[in-house]
């Protein structure tokens, strides 16, 4: 049942990604709720609740192809926190988004280490 | 003769993207009036002027390759107003959109929306 | 139900893209057959089975979609064909094709109209 | 007038590209003559021809473009072609495909050479 | 010591990806013999051999990024192989590729999955 | 050694980039100062120092490419000023990122020409 991918999924989404689940009911929800919808329901209720990797290294391989795409920012961001709220430390994240220097170029690493000196430093507060 | 081409896309570009035309005028005019003078000419004089298609769906398909490409938002922006200028309803947009999660993932879908919510909410002033 | 989702996502498939359903049999089920299960499930059976837009226009936006991110051209060839399945006529995925040129580039648009006779030629036999 | 751009343009793109010239002929002109039009008057008629950057720069910046982008190896290797053609050495090519790396990332620079060592190795029969 | 760095991307770069190495002796060597240089010695000497991430890991971003990029077809199935190398189960393995589905778009991961199924043929022999 | 490597990338990097030496110390040293200095290191002590292309060319090449790509606009205004200070004129500059429209579509030359009035406006100060 939908239901239950979604109930599942929003399960995720709250824990790992409370920031991302805030900013999809603010900027969704009344233009687009189906979409806020879809989003709790295949990537969290269908994909990240999946038993074949951890939450982890779920978080680490989203960091490093947001990074290497380049194309969105604010969901890095997002995932860089949601990598944190799943164990992965500070260090691990910086050296993800380097090794992205060499697939996607400098500037991508760059813009990447420059958003997870924006999270770590709210993150700190 | 150019003349012809140059005065067909202004007409069209000032009907259907009037943000678009101040915009190019105001920042390109300065230091790179000729990309002006071919934007009006190649895209609007050449390309939306040919009868292949109607303007909305014209306007439908550029809002979906903008989103996919997640590159420019500024441009995504003005061509969410061409649609509505061209007919499209607030809801196809948002579905056109929603659809780009499915063949560019789940951010441009978001940032497209997020583009929309803003031009939607500008425009309804 | 999922089940539903699955069932109505397949017959969207199987009427639109009958290529696109062997080709995810053929290559998605042997090791990814989830894969092939998601494909029929969220794009068919959450998306293009929506009442916000027919059937064409979903099929025309994706073929703008793919010809401007130009890094699918399995995808891309099949959705040619899916747009044809859907009553687009040759010249106007030609004419989608062609507009492309102003959003991502000429190569683009020439590799999508590579693409477009290579389907319409295999489409005539 | 067109017919003037169109001089202009087929000059330059059968001095320097003369295979781009033939392969549009042979891909576009069955389906989409009005693309290979497009393609002599734009980027050769309007771009090419300006008298800003001499046409071994022109071709450089493409050379780095398409590297870059990764997306188009048809034009890469004809844009290859067309900086032979307008007195560019391999050495010099070989160096900026290389230089490609650190925007990029190495993969885009590996296929561009490898690209380029088609080329080389195809011109040098 | 440049010398250092080579030595140690070299011992990396053998034991994860042995084709690479060929791949790159045979296609870069002849006529860019300083970009198999630098491979060795920035990717696999500086940023391989870092304490910070194991192997495994290193590899799994790396397919996940490809994956995600969808311009480097050669490379991904290359790290596919390091994956394996690695001590990456090929369950892992589809798993990274299909969460790519969710911030690249399905196309990407489909693409993905058929690049893996060849390796898997492949090292199955 | 990489320290004559390190010492070759600094002299260039502070030559023609000295924004972006400031910008690498303030937001890279906190946090990934590895990746500060390997962008001394690769980029500058092993790319741009090698004798096949002048600075010049090297800039031109780079703004073409990060105008090309659309997603660095930090790193597209930091090369602009570093070509500005190779000696290439503004003029050149509009005249590299007009031809982009070609390659990548006009909206990320407009993009690239807003990039360089930002910096032509500031750097007349």
Redesign the interface.
Known sequence: ??DK?FKKGLELLEKYNPDSFNN?KE??D???P??AK??VE??YG???S?P??DMK??E?????????????E??LKSHIKGALNAGCS???I??????????????????G??A??EV?EGSSE
């Open positions: 049942m939908d991918r999809l900027n969704l009344v233009i687009a189906d979409l879809f989003v295949f990537p269908d994909i990240y999946r074949g990797l290294t779920r680490m391989i989203t960091v490093a192809a947001l990074t290497a795409m380049g194309t969105a604010m969901q500070k260090e691990e910086v050296e993800i988004i380097l090794q992205m220097a060499v697939y996607a170029g400098f500037p991508a690493a760059i813009n280490i420059k997870a000196k770590f």
